[in-house]
């Protein structure tokens, strides 16, 4: 069904209610609305879309829940953050999820959160232990360049005295 569509401006009423059927717990196939709706899929893409970045989660289109990207999981995370158990295993009922499922995905992006905060940690000490080791370095560089110094003006000096007297050890 293409035409003067595309370019329409649809009722609120109508495009939240198609956003819910796209939606869980609904989840249904763009396509499917498409066909039944005739709004264009770009459009329902479009929304969908929208409507995720907005906060809202679970991917339509009858995908398992394995295959969800990392973003889609991690706005589920945040979603039930604050729910009790009830709360989460009506939720979960909801949306097709297992607890578990979701614990799981909570307890992944609090390690990984902790995980990379570990790693800054090392890499600030590493860090600090490399300026040190050059510290130290370039302090034993310097003694030896004032040792290497003041052995080349004895060196000088002795070639003048040796000049200027003669060489004691020639004689």
Request: glycine share 8%.
């Given at each position: ?43 329902l893409k479009k929304w969908k879309s929208d ?89 034993e560089l310097q003694r030896k360049e004032s ?25």
């Amino acid at each position: 069904m293409t035409g003067g569509k595309e370019n329409m401006a649809y009722p609120k009423e109508l495009k939240n209610s198609i956003i819910a059927k796209m939606l869980p717990p609904n989840s249904r196939q763009v396509n499917n609305i498409h066909k039944e709706s005739g709004i264009p899929l770009g459009t329902l893409k479009k929304w969908k879309s929208d409507a995720m970045k907005k906060g809202f989660s679970a991917p339509a289109g009858g995908r398992k829940s394995e295959q969800w990207s990392t973003q889609d999981k991690f706005l589920i995370v945040v979603e039930t953050a604050t729910m009790n158990e009830t709360e989460l295993a009506e939720y979960c009922r909801k949306k097709g999820l297992y607890v578990e499922q979701v614990k799981t995905w909570q307890d992944n992006c609090l390690q990984a959160n902790g995980g990379i905060a570990k790693e800054l940690k090392l890499a600030r000490h590493r860090e600090k232990d490399k300026e040190n080791e050059m510290k130290t370095l370039q302090k034993e560089l310097q003694r030896k360049e004032s040792a290497l110094a003041e052995t080349a003006a004895l060196l000088v000096l002795r070639k003048k005295a040796d000049a200027i007297w003669g060489d004691p050890e020639g004689d």
